[in-house]
């Protein structure tokens, strides 16, 4: 069973309003990126856990949104069924109210997330430009981009 393990910003107080947000979903673009060889999973394993509203944009059956932004209300880790190294998680509230709980099983994603570093309160973007493929490896991939600004 996943378990979680909270974050927090210590000694920060946070006012920014989402509706003051920037647009962070705008200045992603499907850039080149490197090819990841061990992304074999299932987005879907264990995202019913947290409270948030899983974000899974490649779910044929019910897809979410290609991008998603937010405030970033938690960061912390989940096990991950599919190897030894826990996963990030991250939720973000978004000017709809909607919660996304954003999972980094992929390879890219997890990459993107840890490179970004997301703290709770600062305003996070995440998108899915769909799947690639490797140049050097010829094997397809999951591609995504993280954004973060500190308010």
Do not use: H
């Amino acid at each position: 069973m996943p378990t979680a393990t909270k974050k927090t910003t210590a000694g920060k107080s946070q006012s920014t309003s989402i509706s003051d947000e920037p647009d962070l979903l705008s200045e992603l673009a499907d850039a080149p990126s490197a090819a990841q060889d061990d992304e074999v999973f299932d987005l879907l394993d264990g995202l019913s856990e947290d409270e948030g509203k899983p974000w899974v944009p490649d779910d044929d059956d019910d897809p979410s949104p290609d991008g998603v932004q937010g405030k970033v209300t938690f960061r912390g880790e989940v096990q991950s069924d599919y190897g030894p190294e826990p996963v990030p998680i991250v939720e973000l509230k978004a000017a709809d109210g909607t919660v996304w709980s954003i999972r980094g099983y992929s390879t890219v994603l997890r990459n993107q997330i840890d490179k970004a570093d997301p703290q709770v309160g600062d305003i996070m973007a995440v998108k899915y430009f769909g799947s690639k493929t490797g140049k050097k490896s010829g094997r397809d991939y999951k591609n995504f981009k993280v954004l973060t600004k500190r308010p």
